[in-house]
């Protein structure tokens, strides 16, 4: 059965539609100039049309939520619950070429929120009342019982050992719980004294699953789409950095190439793969695995990657012995990056385009924030396509002398689970020499969790662990638009249009 966090990937739901539609309204304002107060506030009226209710008790009801929403696109902070607005704050705090978001860019909209029940084990309708009552022979703690010609659990006793689920003929009992609560793998989730959802910040590392599965679309993330289009209108220079993931995301028949020419066109003044940060780290990072292996005194050691920061801040929180095998490396967003800086002129502006939310948190750290002026999802770039009225399938395709020719093969593998160890290895193996490597890898954080107990334990020493937040790496990001099979055939084939096998050179602050 597919995790909490993939069952709602891949469709068109009512929830994903009017986050796009909310997105692509207001980039729209923006690029038509009709920056105003009262169209800022006429957005939720666009999203939920009349005044019937769609989704909710009634359409006011649908359009707060909206407007909530609205605050969050903007890069603001939410209302805290109860407290009243009646206008939205003045749009010229929000019309700058300046990042303004700030933490907790991850947050509960707790108007949207419908108090999911906590996680429990419940007997269903399918129960019969069969007379071999299995379940109540396998309950450990006596917790299963027969009450009115059923069974019937007592949740007080209940250890949640799903021993009942298992033997039921019926499969008449399952486990319940919240879907964001489920998806988080750093258990931040919980529930208020009113039973709403509730975000702990402090344990929160901002990878964003729970934005993609909660079925109410009650928790949301701050974006930088009103800043981007604002620097874009007011004629500063933006380069735009592409994470490797971006293969297919915007549709299957869209080359990388035609990708990077729409990029142009909505005026980027250059545009790069990030892939070619991620060449500069394999060389850094086989260089710290070469001297870890060679190292024959001390206590034995291993390298765990640096690229995903959801990842990093799991182990540094929930494993500090750990923390200093961690490489403190620079992402390969920051590494490519630091090239447009050296290279551009003062006062030119970096976006970086990609699956994540978590690097939102990353750029706002010093110190990133020098290097990555705004982040942007692949979901809020297909907004501000649609807004500016950019057909990728109309763009005419690349000639054979306008590939794109930024990185290594090996670079380009980074976003599929397993591709940043494979790449270190390898790179350490055929050019450093080094081998046999022991890796060690996981995706998703509950995974990482297990993966980091197991080192502390003592049952594996690796030389070299990989952590990555999102299933499957970051083609699983919680800001990508592609299917998963469908994203990791894509990288595969970028990957072998590669002009080179390894990374030559590694660039100089």
Same mark, same amino acid.
């Given at each position: 059965?597919?995790?909490?966090?993939?069952?709602?990937?891949?469709?068109?739901?009512?929830?994903?539609?009017?986050?796009?539609?909310?997105?692509?309204?207001?980039?729209?304002?923006?690029?038509?100039?009709?920056?105003?107060?009262?169209?800022?506030?006429?957005?939720?009226?666009?999203?939920?049309?009349?005044?019937?209710?769609?989704?909710?008790?009634?359409?006011?009801?649908?359009?707060?939520?909206?407007?909530?929403?609205?605050?969050?696109?903007?890069?603001?902070?939410?209302?805290?619950?109860?407290?009243?607005?009646?206008?939205?704050?003045?749009?010229?705090?929000?019309?700058?070429?300046?990042?303004?978001?700030?933490?907790?860019?991850?947050?509960?909209?707790?108007?949207?929120?419908?108090?999911?029940?906590?996680?429990?084990?419940?007997?269903?309708?399918?129960?019969?009342?069969?007379?071999?009552?299995?379940?109540?022979?396998?309950?450990?703690?006596?917790?299963?019982?027969?009450?009115?010609?059923?069974?019937?659990?007592?949740?007080?006793?209940?250890?949640?050992?799903?021993?009942?689920?298992?033997?039921?003929?019926?499969?008449?009992?399952?486990?319940?719980?919240?879907?964001?609560?489920?998806?988080?793998?750093?258990?931040?989730?919980?529930?208020?004294?009113?039973?709403?959802?509730?975000?702990?910040?402090?344990?929160?590392?901002?990878?964003?699953?729970?934005?993609?599965?909660?079925?109410?679309?009650?928790?949301?993330?701050?974006?930088?789409?009103?800043?981007?289009?604002?620097?874009?209108?007011?004629?500063?220079?933006?380069?735009?950095?592409?994470?490797?993931?971006?293969?297919?995301?915007?549709?299957?028949?869209?080359?990388?190439?035609?990708?990077?020419?729409?990029?142009?066109?909505?005026?980027?003044?250059?545009?790069?793969?990030?892939?070619?940060?991620?060449?500069?780290?394999?060389?850094?990072?086989?260089?710290?695995?070469?001297?870890?292996?060679?190292?024959?005194?001390?206590?034995?050691?291993?390298?765990?990657?640096?690229?995903?920061?959801?990842?990093?801040?799991?182990?540094?929180?929930?494993?500090?012995?750990?923390?200093?095998?961690?490489?403190?490396?620079?992402?390969?967003?920051?590494?490519?990056?630091?090239?447009?800086?050296?290279?551009?002129?003062?006062?030119?502006?970096?976006?970086?385009?990609?699956?994540?939310?978590?690097?939102?948190?990353?750029?706002?750290?010093?110190?990133?924030?020098?290097?990555?002026?705004?982040?942007?999802?692949?979901?809020?770039?297909?907004?501000?396509?649609?807004?500016?009225?950019?057909?990728?399938?109309?763009?005419?395709?690349?000639?054979?002398?306008?590939?794109?020719?930024?990185?290594?093969?090996?670079?380009?593998?980074?976003?599929?689970?397993?591709?940043?160890?494979?790449?270190?290895?390898?790179?350490?193996?055929?050019?450093?020499?080094? $081998?046999?490597?022991?890796? +060690?890898? *996981?995706?998703?954080?509950? &995974?990482?969790? =297990?993966? /980091?107990?197991?080192? !502390?334990?003592?049952?594996?020493?690796?030389?070299?662990?990989?952590?990555?937040?999102?299933?499957?790496?970051?083609?699983?990001?919680?800001?990508?638009?592609?299917?998963? $099979?469908?994203?990791?055939? +894509?990288? *595969?084939?970028?990957?072998? &249009?590669?002009? =080179?096998? /390894?990374?030559?050179? !590694?660039?100089?602050?």
């Amino acid at each position: 059965m597919p995790r909490i966090f993939e069952r709602l990937r891949g469709i068109f739901t009512p929830v994903t539609e009017i986050r796009r539609k909310l997105f692509t309204e207001l980039a729209r304002m923006v690029v038509e100039g009709r920056t105003t107060q009262d169209e800022l506030e006429a957005i939720p009226f666009k999203i939920i049309k009349d005044d019937k209710p769609h989704y909710r008790c009634c359409a006011f009801r649908e359009r707060a939520i909206v407007r909530e929403r609205l605050r969050m696109a903007c890069g603001l902070d939410l209302l805290d619950r109860g407290a009243h607005e009646l206008r939205l704050p003045d749009i010229h705090k929000i019309i700058t070429p300046e990042s303004i978001i700030s933490e907790p860019l991850v947050n509960v909209i707790k108007i949207g929120c419908e108090k999911c029940p906590e996680d429990s084990v419940v007997v269903t309708d399918l129960c019969r009342n069969c007379l071999a009552h299995p379940c109540v022979l396998v309950c450990p703690v006596n917790a299963v019982s027969i009450i009115d010609a059923r069974s019937t659990i007592n949740q007080e006793k209940c250890i949640k050992c799903l021993r009942c689920t298992n033997v039921c003929p019926y499969q008449a009992i399952t486990r319940r719980g919240r879907p964001c609560a489920q998806a988080c793998g750093v258990d931040a989730i919980y529930s208020d004294s009113d039973g709403f959802a509730e975000i702990d910040h402090d344990k929160c590392v901002d990878c964003g699953l729970c934005t993609v599965s909660c079925p109410f679309g009650a928790i949301a993330d701050k974006t930088e789409i009103v800043q981007v289009l604002t620097a874009l209108e007011q004629k500063i220079e933006v380069n735009a950095i592409v994470a490797p993931s971006f293969v297919s995301q915007f549709g299957r028949k869209v080359s990388p190439e035609v990708v990077f020419k729409a990029l142009h066109q909505v005026g980027f003044h250059d545009v790069r793969e990030v892939a070619l940060g991620a060449d500069v780290d394999i060389i850094i990072e086989a260089g710290k695995l070469a001297g870890i292996i060679k190292k024959e005194d001390g206590e034995r050691s291993f390298l765990g990657t640096s690229c995903c920061p959801s990842w990093v801040l799991t182990a540094k929180n929930h494993f500090p012995e750990l923390e200093r095998n961690i490489s403190e490396s620079y992402t390969p967003m920051v590494e490519t990056a630091r090239v447009f800086k050296e290279e551009r002129p003062a006062g030119s502006k970096v976006v970086f385009i990609g699956p994540c939310i978590a690097k939102k948190h990353e750029s706002l750290q010093a110190p990133m924030e020098d290097f990555v002026d705004f982040v942007l999802t692949f979901e809020e770039m297909a907004a501000i396509f649609v807004a500016m009225g950019i057909d990728l399938m109309e763009i005419e395709p690349a000639s054979p002398g306008q590939t794109i020719n930024d990185a290594s093969e090996l670079g380009r593998g980074f976003p599929v689970a397993g591709g940043v160890s494979d790449a270190i290895s390898v790179y350490a193996e055929r050019v450093l020499g080094i $081998k046999p490597v022991e890796i +060690a890898k *996981a995706d998703t954080l509950r &995974e990482c969790r =297990k993966l /980091l107990s197991s080192i !502390k334990g003592g049952t594996i020493q690796p030389d070299l662990v990989e952590g990555m937040a999102c299933p499957d790496g970051c083609i699983g990001g919680p800001g990508t638009l592609a299917p998963l $099979k469908t994203a990791h055939r +894509a990288v *595969a084939a970028f990957r072998k &249009e590669a002009s =080179k096998d /390894l990374p030559t050179r !590694k660039m100089e602050p």
